[in-house]
């Protein structure tokens, strides 16, 4: 099944869409990624989806990524006498650790680092930016503030501190279960919520190992000022707006978005936007003009991915909001000017042999009209190479390692094909041109250039281009 897109969609399974035929569809419709978000439902259910997942991978015959999103740390007030307060403009407010239910004076914050982190002048902000409060006066189990702005505040509901690194771990107990029972179960990928600082990121590697990706949520300012180390340790990055959106003011999510997705093109590593990109059509079947623009915007950019999360873990119209983002990428790519403003904001390759190949495929094949580029690759990196050159023509990731081909499933412009490894020129060039012509990317008679490394199935050494004419 071929996509007539190179920008892929990632989309979060819930309640809506936790059957085979459900699931089905939205492959069918244009899924590529399928995330599995851990701070909803139990194990059992996650374990039961991705299992539905892998059935489709073997009717279809096409690789296709899990994602495994963990919760991270969550900051929450206490509960309130009556389970509501209304808090006024200017007024006092104390959280403390005591565990009584707060009212229009008080409430319980039952997070002691947060209280370490705190200084005078430092803002908190509740029910997702909501009601901000100024600390005052602050020690290790309270803070006095003054309420900036106020509103309706009720049971346990979420805390942020966006001036300030918390001393936590972005793995809490829970987040560890779920991290060995998503790698036991066979996920793809390992999103990082909570992630602060490059330590954070090197931690989970430590449990995570090479058994699946690393990719890092940016969902915190902080991560912002380590953001080349984050990105450095990380094998993909999520630009998620939704907590930056509460954070930091809005207007500065769009540039910083922006940012985010050209380090991540300069240093080859997948970007996936996410957060209420057609967040309408939970309820509705068309999108307003202004999500369709959004979605647009980080195709125009570059991005790797673009993610539906309630539209379709809960919403009404899965299906249709995944049509939908297909057809709005797809519109998108048959602009005139979308591939020279990607070329024109592309970082310049590194001095390798392997990234000099890459560039030349690209290079070579728009040059003599190509039909694709057949990139054979075992790690994943020559295929992530050729990704980061934004080609326009299609990429055929060709690898013996399937856990290689669904976490490249993620990866821009790439249809990974899982076959078997080459052992020559002859066996490179004849499995190249049947399967361009088998996966409908090419006819007898047209062009097609091959990358591969010499010795074959060796990871990273990516040292041969060559042209092939594919026939009968």
């Not at 902000?125 to 803070?143: P, Q, S, T």
């Not at 690393?214 to 990055?237: F, G, N, Q, W």
């Not at 240093?267 to 079947?285: F, H, I, N, W, Y």
């Not at 790797?304 to 057809?327: F, I, N, Q």
Request: proline share 6%; with cysteine.
């Amino acid at each position: 099944m071929r996509r007539r897109r190179a920008t892929k969609i990632v989309a979060t399974l819930g309640p809506a869409t936790a059957t085979p035929e459900k699931i089905a569809a939205l492959f069918e419709a244009g899924v590529d990624v399928f995330r599995l978000n851990f701070s909803h439902g139990v194990q059992a259910d996650h374990k039961a989806r991705l299992d539905i997942v892998r059935a489709l991978e073997k009717t279809t015959g096409r690789s296709i990524g899990v994602m495994a999103d963990l919760q991270g740390p969550k900051l929450r007030v206490g509960t309130f006498a009556g389970g509501r307060v209304r808090l006024a403009e200017g007024a006092a407010f104390r959280l403390d650790l005591d565990k009584a239910a707060g009212d229009t004076q008080r409430a319980s914050l039952p997070h002691p680092e947060v209280f370490a982190a705190l200084t005078p002048e430092t803002d908190l902000l509740l029910d997702d930016g909501n009601i901000r409060l100024r600390v005052e006066r602050c020690g290790k189990d309270f803070a006095e503030t003054r309420v900036i702005n106020g509103g309706n505040l009720s049971d346990r509901k979420g805390v942020n501190v966006p001036n300030a690194v918390l001393p936590l771990s972005p793995l809490t107990p829970k987040d560890r279960a779920d991290l060995a029972f998503a790698l036991d179960m066979g996920a793809d990928w390992i999103a990082l919520s909570f992630v602060q600082r490059p330590e954070d990121v090197a931690e989970a590697r430590k449990l995570i190992g090479n058994r699946a990706g690393v990719l890092v949520k940016l969902e915190k300012p902080a991560a912002i000022t380590k953001l080349a180390d984050i990105i450095d340790l990380s094998e993909a990055v999520m630009v998620a707006r939704g907590d930056l959106g509460v954070e930091m003011p809005p207007e500065d999510v769009p540039p910083l978005q922006r940012r985010i997705i050209g380090a991540c093109r300069a240093a080859g590593k997948p970007v996936v936007v996410a957060t209420q990109m057609l967040e309408s059509m939970m309820r509705v079947p068309v999108p307003t003009r202004a999500e369709a623009s959004d979605v647009a915007t980080a195709v125009y950019e570059g991005a790797d991915a673009v993610m539906l999360s309630a539209e379709t873990a809960s919403g009404e119209y899965p299906v249709e909001a995944v049509k939908m983002m297909d057809r709005i990428i797809r519109r998108v790519q048959a602009d005139p000017a979308y591939f020279p403003s990607l070329h024109a904001t592309a970082a310049a390759s590194d001095h390798t042999p392997s990234d000099a190949i890459s560039t030349a495929a690209g290079m070579v094949a728009h040059t003599i009209g190509a039909a694709a580029i057949m990139s054979y690759t075992t790690s994943g990196a020559t295929g992530l190479r050729a990704a980061r050159e934004r080609p326009d023509v299609p990429v055929i990731a060709l690898t013996s390692n399937l856990s290689t081909a669904r976490r490249l499933a993620i990866a821009w412009g790439l249809h990974c094909v899982h076959t078997a490894d080459v052992n020559n020129f002859t066996d490179m060039v004849q499995k190249a041109t049947q399967t361009a012509r088998e996966e409908g990317f090419a006819q007898m008679g047209q062009r097609i250039v091959i990358t591969a490394g010499v010795p074959f199935g060796t990871p990273g050494a990516t040292n041969v281009l060559r042209i092939a004419w594919v026939d009968a």
